[in-house]
């Protein structure tokens, strides 16, 4: 794995060590990012008296590499906002020591650590209503009026099963506070047997899909061949849906009874500053360079990634103006480092649920769980 890594960022740590004897800025990010950054990096170089450089690394390698290599690699690099946490308590990344302005709520939040700005939100995404345009015109107004058999969703997977847990009164962490834990509370057991209730449905693809290894093949499967009008998924699925020729149409999760809203778990990646920089002031100024209207639409022309800055137009009954209006409904993951706890509780709890098993009695355990491997970082 460490061979693996260090080949995945040997050209970020080769411009690096030639660049920070200048005090010059390198960039590392993804291949298909390198033309965006290399724009804005020649329009900020003019005048200064020293250069912004890109090359391609890949995120995870980069970010695997980074507590060992430290300084040794790029002084700018893209952070999912659930890695926020972890990486400003190793303080392996920098505050920004600006504000972020004109971005959604959700973006601004999860750019947001411990009351300090760590990253430039740049790209967000969370998962949809997806429907069948030609079996359902427009989505309804609550997912409970659906029956079992027109729809299906990943229940088994604690990223899909997210936001049921808020349209229902649920919650993960209060306020973020880890101590207060809300996945056994009363919203979120009625979510379990919400969930449960459409395992138990006798629909044929909600039984297959108690098996969470298959169960995302099965509902593609299913909606793609025109057996079903709806899916939870998110926009990464988007492509082979329209390749099996469905006429696709998206929009925000409905809410599950229209008691609460359906907040989807949102994620949002942002660009960092590298705790090790030599030249920190300088990094901060590119990033004050980037954060504007004009760069954020250069971002979406460029990426087709989804920009959660306000001043971006994105064309009304579109799927990309869906996608932005759930990422701004949404919830951002959590970025303290605690909530990588919660996964694998959840993901035995909601296995449990689905296959039948007691609901308070599977998320209790997961709650006690979760409050156990706290209490042990």
Excluded: C
């Amino acid at each position: 794995m460490i061979k693996k890594v260090t080949l995945a960022v040997s050209a970020a740590l080769f411009l690096a060590n030639n660049a920070m004897a200048a005090d010059n800025i390198v960039i590392g990010v993804e291949k298909n990012y390198v033309p965006y950054f290399n724009e804005l990096a020649t329009k900020f170089n003019q005048g200064k008296d020293f250069k912004v450089e890109v090359t391609a690394a890949k995120m995870f390698d980069l970010l695997e590499a980074l507590p060992t290599q430290k300084g040794n690699v790029a002084d700018l690099f893209m952070v999912p906002n659930d890695r926020l946490g972890d990486l400003a308590n190793q303080r392996l990344i920098e505050p920004t020591n600006f504000e972020i302005k004109g971005y959604t709520k959700t973006s601004t939040k999860s750019a947001n650590y411990d009351g300090k700005t760590y990253m430039l939100p740049m790209s967000t995404d969370t998962t949809l209503f997806l429907y069948n345009k030609d079996m359902l015109k427009t989505p309804p107004k609550t997912l409970k009026e659906l029956a079992p058999s027109d729809w299906a969703a990943k229940f088994t997977d604690f990223y899909f099963t997210g936001g049921l847990f808020m349209a229902n009164g649920g919650y993960i962490f209060k306020d973020n506070n880890p101590q207060n834990i809300g996945l056994d509370n009363a919203g979120s057991i009625k979510a379990g047997f919400a969930a449960q209730a459409l395992y138990n449905s006798g629909v044929s693809h909600w039984t297959l899909m108690q098996d969470d290894t298959v169960a995302y093949d099965i509902m593609m499967k299913n909606f793609t061949e025109g057996k079903i009008s709806a899916v939870i998924n998110g926009p990464w699925a988007i492509a082979d849906i329209e390749k099996a020729g469905i006429n696709v149409g998206a929009a925000p999760i409905p809410s599950w009874d229209g008691s609460h809203p359906y907040q989807a778990l949102t994620g949002t990646k942002g660009i960092a500053i590298n705790g090790y920089s030599d030249n920190k002031d300088g990094a901060r100024a590119f990033l004050k360079f980037a954060a504007t209207p004009e760069y954020a639409n250069k971002w979406y022309e460029m990426t087709r990634e989804i920009s959660p800055n306000l001043a971006v137009h994105y064309e009304e009954g579109s799927i990309h103006k869906a996608i932005f209006d759930a990422t701004n409904a949404g919830m951002p993951m959590p970025n303290i480092p605690q909530f990588g706890k919660v996964w694998g509780p959840m993901k035995i709890a909601l296995a449990q649920i689905a296959q039948g098993q007691n609901v308070k009695g599977a998320l209790d355990a997961a709650v006690e769980t979760i409050a156990i491997d706290i209490e042990d970082m």
